[in-house]
Structures are given as C-alpha cells and as structure tokens.
C-alpha cells in the first residue's frame, strides 16, 4: 500500500514539475533540453523603463521561479493563455488569471519599496524591485516577463 502511494506521489510531482518546465519554455524560449532551445536576443529589463503590467508580471515570474512555488507557477500557467487581473489599488496587489484554481497569490509593497510576496498565507520573502529585476536578468526570463505583461489587465479595487 504505501508502494502504491508513493509511485502515485512520484508520478503526481514529475507529472506537474514537467509542465511547469515546458509552460516555462514556451514563454522564454528556453528548453530543458540544449538542442531545443531557441536564441533569441533579449534586451535587459531596466527598473526605470518598467511599466506596471510589467512590474506586475516580473513578481510574477520572481515568486515562480526564485520561490519554485506551484500557486505562482501555476498562475504562470494560466498566464500564457488567460487574462491576468491586477487589482494594484489595494493594501495588497491581487493578481489571478482566469483560468486559475486557487486566489492564493498577492504580494504588498512596504513602506521600504520592497514586495513581500505571499503564497497561501505565507510569506515567500521580500525583495526590492532591483533585486527582482536583476534576477530575472541574470535568468534570462525578460521573455517571459514581456509576454505575461501582455496578458495582464489592470483593475480598480471595486472592479
């Protein structure tokens, strides 16, 4: 019996850590695979040039990918083909897609500048917008950050 639980669990999270990886690729154009990824040439994302959907979506894909956390990851997911509401006029930034299962994503600005970002009723931590820009510069994840962006609608709290 616990062979079977433990085959099921393994299988579970291979199954979904593989989807995360493609949905990855997809959106920044890198593979898993070396043969498969794509070169394309990305300009650096600059704090100073970021406009709020893309502010956004690099909290996004920070708390996704530096966190490794699925609810992030999954809104990810959902933010390649759904639109992504922010709600940025609100003690805490909402963020959540249309197609996603579960509301637990939202992070809050301090009165420092930094994003603490939460999962779940957790924090993951708190990063200011420089460290989550180099971050994704030094991931090359600017793809991904520029296509979500796309993706996103900004919203009023009483929307």
């Given at each position: 019996?616990?062979?079977?639980?433990?085959?099921?669990?393994?299988?579970?999270?291979?199954?979904n850590q593989n989807s995360v990886?493609?949905?990855?690729?997809?959106?920044?154009?890198?593979?898993?695979?070396?043969?498969?990824?794509?070169?394309?040439?990305?300009?650096?994302?600059?704090?100073?040039?970021?406009?709020?959907?893309?502010?956004?979506?690099?909290?996004?894909?920070?708390?996704?990918?530096?966190?490794?956390?699925?609810?992030?990851?999954?809104?990810?997911?959902?933010?390649?083909?759904?639109?992504?509401?922010?709600?940025?006029?609100?003690?805490?930034?909402?963020?959540?897609?249309?197609?996603?299962?579960?509301?637990?994503?939202?992070?809050?600005?301090?009165?420092?500048?930094?994003?603490?970002?939460?999962?779940?009723?957790?924090?993951?931590?708190?990063?200011?917008?420089?460290?989550?820009?180099?971050?994704?510069?030094?991931?090359?994840?600017?793809?991904?950050?520029?296509?979500?962006?796309?993706?996103?609608?900004?919203?009023?709290?009483?929307?």
């Amino acid at each position: 019996m616990v062979a079977v639980i433990a085959s099921g669990a393994t299988y579970y999270f291979a199954t979904n850590q593989n989807s995360v990886q493609e949905a990855t690729a997809k959106i920044t154009g890198h593979s898993t695979n070396p043969s498969q990824s794509m070169s394309k040439k990305v300009s650096k994302l600059k704090v100073s040039s970021l406009t709020l959907q893309q502010k956004n979506a690099a909290v996004m894909v920070y708390a996704a990918m530096k966190y490794k956390d699925r609810n992030w990851q999954h809104l990810i997911e959902n933010g390649q083909s759904h639109k992504v509401d922010a709600i940025n006029d609100h003690p805490q930034v909402i963020i959540d897609a249309e197609n996603n299962r579960n509301g637990l994503t939202d992070y809050s600005i301090q009165p420092s500048g930094a994003y603490r970002i939460f999962s779940y009723r957790s924090t993951l931590g708190e990063a200011t917008s420089n460290e989550i820009v180099e971050y994704i510069n030094t991931h090359n994840y600017e793809n991904m950050v520029n296509q979500l962006s796309e993706n996103i609608v900004l919203k009023e709290d009483n929307d």
